[in-house]
């Protein structure tokens, strides 16, 4: 035996792998979700901020949207007032003008042709409340001549032309064509006068008046029984197409507007001998007015035409049917511009043509027609090249008088518009604006703001003026926050953990934070697109009432000038000399809204070194003392002003008038509240909220203090919240028991009057009472200053009136 054992060597085999560390794999998946967590964290932040954009951006939508619609309901009730009171006054003027002997016709014009039509409106109503007449008939009963009446037609040509003014506009067209078909033969002219330059629309209120006020004669049939007949076939074939009262109104202009040029070249003036007048009838009878213009300067540009349209119609054609072709060739005002050329043109006038057509047009259209005489006729002879001369040298007397008024008068307003055509305009302008914003949506942007603190004005994207009436670019609070849906400081900057249940667990809390962030991403990206439609309408309604609201504030401005210096000159009449007419006195002063009288005042002591107020303290005695001049303080003191006074008068001295400090604190706006403390603060070096909390107590103070925040969610309403808010105010003592004052100050004081009558609405489904009634069983200042909140500001103050009238 030797000295060796004799156990086998094993070899080592260098291919065999270590055991992996089970950590290292953990740690390795760790860090690559992780990462794939950190490229999701970009866009979803971007897409919180985005949806952050949009909600705070609909939220001041909301709160301007309400603010506007106070504002232009205030603006509409103003204008509807300042009309009402013009009219009022022109109803009186003219009543003046006509009573007596004799008739003052230069006030009489100048009301009945220095006004737009709304006005004489307006006037016509009143005046036939007041006084049993209508402004057609007190016009026909002021101006006869002795020579019209034993010819049968009573009118003079004044009389006739204010008529044409006063009268409504289908009594009007259908005497017109009355007068063109009655009697020996008919007029053309007039009809086609009629036929070719008034809408389908009133035409067929032509037909309908005729036939109501004419023995149930059919005027299209009336119409077809004088026109056409022998030596006139196609003129009557022309007048048929004309009283199917089916013209195109489109405005639409045709593509084919040289073919159709060439059409009717070919059936003219083309051809060697005739005229197809099929041709033209198919083509220009029924054709709108663009159309129409758009032929013609096609025609004008053909190469194998050497006159115009117009000359080769007049070449070729004759007659009715020349009349009443040219008529659809020239714009309606140049046409009109024809007519009045024409009827000072060679022997005598046409009174009757000229009273006809200033008459039935409005002052702006005699204002357009002026111009685009003088513009078509520069070259004629003097004074055929000037309308105003023209007419000076035709005319006389109260006619040439009410004519150049009419030219050279300005309306109350300062413009010659329709207030018919605002909501046309404004819809016009709010589609538009829409337009803009849905091409010009920038999701960068919204990114980018959606990032910053986001208070201060609305800002819209890509928009460079938001407004078009100052004052609304004003700070709002931003009150939404992006939201932290992950932990991420867990989620990324935690330790690696030192053993694998830890780290199997971070690789699930991380996998399950790569989904929520996905799904985070995929919803607030899908809550952007679907919140950009009321983005845009939101957007739209805030310009349709911008501009409307623009609109009223610059008639009310204009109107209010014009009132206020005929009624300061008023005021003045009544308090002249010896005694005082205090019956006219008081009809003025108490028929003017608060605005007026504040300009009357203001130009009053411009002219006559007095206040108002002062006039009233030194004319006003008697009856008149104490309660209306304190009435008058209220009126004739700006609201602001009067605000901060009300506030004062309400704290000062012995004792506090509750019910006037719960007015003030709970029924103005954010706004008013603001400029009422600025004023109060500088008169009385103290705050309003400290005097507020000085005089008051309890859960009273803190309610009205919260109403002085000024922070009222204007304009912000939401059903589903409302019916949550109404469960928690019934829980919080609104349905009996313990009072929960923090909740009722939670909802109540930030609601907005839309809120609140939501919330009002789900309490009484709820639980079958108003919240009037829920509330009536609270006592003293607190169940006073709820129902404050509670009425929205109309019926509170008619509740109040109520009250005062019945000595409550």
């Given at each position: 035996m030797g000295c060796f054992s004799s156990t086998e060597v094993v070899p080592i085999d260098e291919d065999v792998p270590e055991p992996i560390d089970p950590m290292v794999a953990l740690r390795e998946e760790i860090e690559r979700l992780r990462g794939e967590l950190r490229g999701e964290l970009p866009p979803m932040r971007a897409s919180a901020c985005k949806w952050r954009y949009m909600c705070t951006t609909l939220d001041k939508l909301r709160t301007l949207n309400a603010h506007f619609g106070y504002d232009l309901a205030n603006a509409m009730d103003m204008h509807a007032a300042l009309m009402y009171h013009i009219a009022e006054q022109d109803a009186l003027d003219l009543r003046e003008a006509s009573d007596g002997v004799g008739t003052d016709e230069e006030k009489m014009g100048k009301v009945i042709l220095g006004r737009?039509?709304?006005?004489?409106?307006?006037?016509?109503?009143?005046?036939q409340e007041r006084y049993g007449r209508s402004l057609e008939d007190l016009v026909r009963g002021e101006n006869e001549t002795i020579l019209g009446m034993l010819g049968g037609d009573s009118l003079s040509h004044f009389g006739r032309f204010l008529t044409y003014r006063t009268m409504s506009h289908p009594k009007r067209d259908a005497l017109l064509v009355r007068r063109a078909v009655s009697g020996w033969g008919c007029a053309d002219f007039i009809l086609i006068e009629v036929l070719s330059t008034r809408t389908n629309d009133e035409l067929k209120a032509a037909a309908a008046f005729y036939a109501e006020n004419f023995e149930d004669e059919d005027m299209v049939e009336r119409i077809k029984s004088e026109t056409g007949g022998w030596g006139k076939k196609w003129y009557g074939k022309w007048i048929d197409t004309l009283v199917e009262f089916d013209r195109d109104e489109s405005g639409a202009i045709p593509d084919d507007a040289a073919d159709l040029a060439k059409q009717l070249y070919d059936a003219g003036a083309g051809k060697w001998t005739g005229t197809e007048e099929q041709v033209f009838l198919d083509i220009l009878c029924k054709a709108g007015e663009p159309a129409c213009m758009a032929i013609v300067a096609a025609y004008d540009e053909l190469e194998d035409s050497k006159r115009t349209l117009i000359e080769d119609v007049e070449k070729e054609m004759s007659g009715d049917l020349e009349f009443a072709v040219l008529a659809r060739c020239r714009p309606r005002v140049d046409f009109f511009a024809y007519r009045i050329y024409k009827a000072c043109k060679g022997f005598g006038t046409d009174e009757e043509c000229i009273c006809r057509v200033l008459g039935c047009l409005d002052n702006g259209e005699v204002v357009n027609l002026e111009g685009r005489y003088n513009?078509?006729?520069?070259?004629?002879?003097?004074?055929?090249?000037?309308?105003?001369?023209l007419l000076q040298s035709e005319l006389s007397g109260s006619l040439l008088d009410g004519i150049l008024h009419l030219l050279e008068s300005t309306p109350p307003k300062l413009h010659w518009e329709s207030k018919d055509v605002y909501p046309v305009k404004a819809v016009a302008e709010a589609d538009g604006f829409r337009h803009h914003l849905e091409s010009n949506f920038d999701e960068e942007k919204a990114e980018l703001l959606g990032g910053t603190d986001m208070h201060g004005p609305l800002k819209l994207l890509n928009v460079d003026s938001h407004f078009l009436c100052e004052g609304y670019d004003y700070h709002m609070d931003c009150n939404r926050e992006i939201e932290e849906v992950l932990d991420t400081a867990h989620l990324l900057d935690s330790p690696l953990p030192d053993e694998p249940q830890g780290a199997k667990s971070l690789i699930a809390d991380l996998e399950g934070g790569i989904t929520t962030a996905k799904q985070e991403t995929e919803k607030n990206l899908a809550a952007c697109e679907g919140s950009k439609a009321m983005y845009y309408d939101h957007s739209r309604d805030m310009r349709h009432n911008d501009h409307l609201l623009r609109q009223h504030i610059g008639d009310n401005d204009a109107?209010?000038?014009?009132c206020a210096s005929r009624d300061a000159d008023a005021v003045h009449e009544a308090v002249e000399g010896w005694g005082t007419d205090e019956d006219k006195l008081i009809r003025i002063l108490c028929s003017l809204t608060k605005a007026q009288l504040v300009r009357v005042d203001q130009i009053y002591a411009e002219r006559y070194g007095q206040s108002l107020r002062e006039v009233c303290d030194g004319e006003l005695g008697g009856f008149f003392e104490g309660s209306f001049k304190y009435f008058m303080k209220c009126v004739l003191t700006p609201a602001a002003e009067l605000d901060a006074e009300l506030l004062v008068e309400s704290m000062k001295g012995l004792g506090t008038n509750d019910e006037l400090l719960t007015e003030i604190c709970c029924t103005r706006s954010n706004r008013e509240l603001e400029a009422a403390k600025a004023i109060f603060a500088e008169r009385e070096g103290k705050s309003a909220d400290e005097w507020v909390e000085g005089d008051t107590s309890g859960f009273y103070t803190t309610f009205l203090l919260r109403c002085l925040r000024a922070k009222r969610q204007e304009g912000l309403c939401d059903e589903d919240l409302a019916k949550r808010?109404?469960?928690?105010?019934?829980?919080?003592?609104?349905?009996?028991?313990?009072?929960?004052?923090?909740?009722?100050?939670?909802?109540?004081?930030?609601?907005?009057?839309?809120?609140?009558?939501?919330?009002?609405?789900?309490?009484?489904?709820?639980?079958g009472k108003t919240l009037i009634e829920a509330i009536e069983d609270m006592g003293g200042d607190m169940k006073r200053a709820l129902v404050a909140r509670v009425r929205d500001r109309v019926t509170y103050y008619a509740t109040v009136l109520n009250n005062a009238f019945s000595g409550i």
């Open positions: 737009l039509r709304e006005n004489i409106i307006l006037t016509d109503q009143i005046y513009d078509i006729y520069k070259d004629e002879d003097e004074p055929y090249n000037d309308f105003k001369a109107m209010l000038e014009f808010q109404a469960t928690k105010l019934h829980d919080a003592g609104f349905g009996g028991g313990d009072v929960d004052e923090a909740v009722i100050l939670r909802t109540m004081v930030p609601a907005s009057e839309e809120q609140v009558k939501l919330i009002d609405q789900a309490y009484q489904e709820a639980y």
